[in-house]
């Protein structure tokens, strides 16, 4: 069975500096890779994903992230973090064969501050 | 383009209680996901549909349940309510069944059973 790994709770950053929220999977079988934000009473929206071919994803709001094979990780990455970005961030996997269920991290916390 | 909508978004219940939770998936889609997500145990797959057929099912007692009708609106059940069962259940629609295709989310349904 697929884990996921959020290793970070909460990752508090000033305003305009950059950010990396750390996310490590397990699975045997060949995984797509997610990250979904959440904000306060509001349901997932999707972020990014890496299906395949380039290891470097970019997303909405200006995030990025990493698929590394050798190191199972799908760091999430975002140059310059603004006070919009506080919300709560989920690293998610999916297996092929594995229908549309999503295995998700525990969640890192993001808070940005001025 | 309307997006996933999940009835009720707030709901107390008695324990012992039975609830029944809706979601109407965008227009078109025909695979619905539901999770739950709490504090302790984070986001948890319970099950998903595809053309009013359980595909997949996560590690829940029997007591909940779902189902999906024609037009790929979905329900999902909990019987004989316990406090444990207290979380934001969410709901997934996606356009296919498969690991690749993106899941869009409702805003949720927040249950309390006191």
């Known amino acids: 069975a697929q884990s996921v790994t959020q290793l970070d709770s909460q990752v508090p950053v000033f305003e305009e500096a950059p950010v990396e929220l750390r996310c490590n999977y397990s699975?045997?079988?060949?995984?797509?890779l997610f990250w979904y934000v959440q904000y306060p009473n509001q349901g997932l929206q999707l972020l990014l994903k890496?299906?395949?071919?380039?290891?470097l994803v970019k997303g909405i709001n200006g995030f990025e992230a990493e698929f590394n094979k050798s190191q199972t990780s799908f760091h999430l990455r975002k140059p310059s973090v603004h006070i919009s970005d506080t919300a709560e961030y989920f690293c998610?996997?999916?297996?092929?064969?594995?229908?549309?269920?999503?295995?998700f991290g525990t969640g890192t916390q993001l808070k940005v501050e001025l | 383009k309307a997006g996933v909508t999940q009835t009720p978004r707030y709901l107390i219940k008695t324990r012992g209680q039975q609830v029944t939770l809706s979601c109407s998936p965008i227009?078109?889609?025909?695979?619905v996901s539901w999770y739950q997500q709490t504090p302790g145990q984070g986001l948890q797959f319970l099950f998903e549909?595809?053309?009013?057929?359980?595909?997949n099912k996560g590690n829940f007692p029997g007591r909940f349940s779902g189902r999906q009708f024609s037009n790929s609106r979905s329900e999902m059940n909990v019987s004989t309510l316990e406090l444990g069962d207290s979380a934001l259940y969410l709901c997934?629609?996606?356009?296919?069944?498969?690991?690749?295709?993106?899941?869009?989310f409702g805003q949720g349904t927040r249950l309390t059973v006191v």
């Open positions: 997934a629609s996606s356009l296919e069944e498969g690991a690749s295709t993106e899941a869009f």
């Open positions: 699975s045997s079988v060949s995984v797509y």
């Open positions: 890496y299906l395949s071919g380039s290891t």
């Open positions: 998610a996997v999916s297996e092929t064969g594995g229908g549309n269920k999503l295995t």
């Open positions: 227009s078109g889609h025909r695979s």
């Open positions: 549909y595809f053309s009013e057929t359980q595909r």
